[in-house]
């Protein structure tokens, strides 16, 4: 069944290089941005980006991809939807 749900949704890639360029594919939103952070949205959660310097280069909203680049410090996934199976065992 997960597989069923991921046929809809775009790829989501996400390649670093020597920690100065980013590419993520999959991307649906950007929610902000500045030179220390970019928050994404992704079909698999929020990708937030930190660092220095971090600029956007290339958006693509039709393909969904995003390229940028700065001195990265950190890449942080956030799944804002609760674990349906965790409620799920629960109120069995």
């Known amino acids: ?3 069923e749900k991921r ?15 980013l590419s993520v594919s999959g991307v649906s939103d950007i929610d902000s ?3 220390e952070t970019v928050v994404l ?3 698999l959660g929020e990708l ?4 220095l310097d971090l600029h956007i280069n290339r958006l693509n909203v039709e393909t969904g ?4 680049e700065g001195e990265i410090h ?9 674990n349906k199976k ?7």
């Open 74 to 82: 950190t890449l942080i996934y956030t799944d804002d939807q609760p």
């Open 86 to 92: 965790l409620f799920a065992r629960l109120f069995k």
């Open 7 to 21: 046929m809809g949704k775009s790829p989501h890639n996400v390649i670093l290089e020597d920690r100065r360029k």
């Open 1 to 3: 069944m997960p597989e």
């Open 48 to 51: 937030t980006v930190r660092g």
């Open 65 to 68: 991809e995003l390229t940028l």
């Open 33 to 35: 941005f500045d030179e």
């Open 41 to 43: 949205f992704t079909d």
